[in-house]
């Protein structure tokens, strides 16, 4: 191509000479002419590449079975590749072109270079990208923080490029800017501190599958409470029920306590943990009236006849003096109320009757005693969940006064005291 340009010269230097030109004029005439034609073919080349990158993989990409190469197509590679091949066109011609000039050569070969190499990695980037929303859409790839690992190794290649482009600007051997970059890895450490932090929380999140996209979590110290929508190097996003977004950095997984709900609505079940507070002053025998009084409610009726006559011959097998209630076996109404509650949550159609079930009584308080509910409501769905729980504790609250007990309430203020 140098000896096409040479002879190319010698015969248009006639005409640059009959119109008054000097020889060094008319080779910088000519100079211009040679990059007006390289520039020309460069575009050239871009337009048969775009057609066949752009346009005909665009067609085949509709053809196959893949969505893979749907996902080059969508970010763009094909674009970017086509912009990249009339580069590398001008970057072998430009030492051709500007064989005699050698300033202009370097500057031109070196922006040539550079733009090369921040193409590539921008082709690179695109590449990623694809291959993150192709892995996305598969079930198995779908809530791994694969955003974490593809800025990982962004971040490598970008080290990479800005150490090829500060070489080529300043004609630095890469392995001596290595070492100095190596000597500087201190001050790189503290600019990517997140960064690395990230990185390696990104790593013990994925090992210890400790979260997933799509998981619901709930971390207090950060106000998210809601479903991971991305996990990536230095944040995770939560979108919260309110519909807020929560932002938490990646390395606050693996330093601070988080809760993950993934495991209740993988069971079958949804636990049910609630008390209320018995008035321990309203909690007493109960004498042969109250229970003739208590066999009305059905669900308890047979229990109270077992009961009593168990109680009555145990009384009258021990010669126990039953003319004060305090002597021998008894039943209480909060006993009884207990009795009642379980019977009620065992025919409940919203708890998963194969899980635990339980009224228990926790220790007494300064405000009464507790009686918690401990099951499981067989729809985990927010919603449901919640009407279910609502809907057991209004029928507890109601029936308590049948037993003749009291919920504590703190006594209200009327009016002023003074």
């Not at 791994?144 to 990479?160: N, T």
């Amino acid at each position: 191509m140098h000896n096409i340009l040479d002879k190319l010269f010698n015969f248009l230097y006639p005409v640059f000479r009959h119109w008054g030109m000097s020889r060094n004029f008319a080779s910088y005439i000519s100079l211009a002419f040679n990059i007006v034609l390289m520039l020309a073919l460069a575009y050239a080349i871009y337009y048969v590449a775009k057609f066949v990158l752009v346009t005909l993989m665009a067609v085949f990409a509709q053809k196959t079975k893949t969505k893979f190469d749907d996902y080059l197509i969508h970010n763009k590679t094909t674009k970017y590749t086509a912009y990249l091949i009339p580069f590398f066109f001008i970057y072998k011609a430009v030492p051709i072109i500007l064989d005699k000039y050698e300033y202009w050569e370097s500057v031109f070969g070196k922006i040539v270079g550079v733009y090369i190499v921040l193409i590539s990695l921008w082709i690179t980037r695109t590449i990623f990208n694809a291959l993150k929303d192709y892995l996305k859409q598969k079930p198995e790839y779908s809530d791994k923080p694969i955003d974490s690992f593809i800025q990982v190794i962004m971040i490598v290649l970008w080290i990479f490029g800005i150490a090829m482009i500060i070489s080529t600007l300043f004609g630095v051997k890469k392995g001596e800017l290595l070492t100095v970059l190596g000597t500087l890895s201190a001050i790189i450490i503290l600019i990517f501190r997140d960064t690395i932090l990230g990185f390696v929380s990104s790593v013990q999140v994925a090992i210890n599958d400790m979260v997933r996209i799509g998981d619901w979590i709930t971390m207090d110290k950060f106000g998210a409470d809601g479903d991971v929508i991305e996990i990536n190097l230095t944040t995770v996003k939560v979108r919260n029920f309110d519909n807020t977004i929560t932002t938490i950095p990646t390395y606050a997984l693996s330093s601070d306590s988080f809760q993950n709900w993934r495991g209740m609505q993988k069971s079958d079940g949804r636990r049910i943990k609630r008390h209320i507070l018995i008035k321990s002053s309203s909690i007493r025998f109960l004498y042969p009236e109250d229970l003739e009084q208590m066999k009305k409610v059905q669900l308890i009726t047979s229990y109270i006849e077992t009961r009593q006559v168990e109680i009555e011959k145990y009384n009258a097998s021990n010669g126990v003096d039953k003319t004060l209630a305090l002597n021998g076996r008894n039943m209480t109404n909060l006993g009884l109320f207990r009795k009642y509650i379980i019977q009620y949550l065992v025919t409940h159609p919203g708890l998963n009757k194969d899980m635990h079930i339980m009224c228990r009584q926790l220790q007494s308080t300064a405000h009464g005693v507790p009686l918690e509910i401990y099951a499981f409501s067989s729809d985990k769905r927010w919603a449901n969940y919640e009407y279910i729980m609502s809907d057991i504790f209004d029928h507890v609250m109601a029936s308590v006064q049948y037993f003749d007990l009291e919920i504590f309430e703190l006594p209200s203020k009327i009016g002023n005291t003074e």
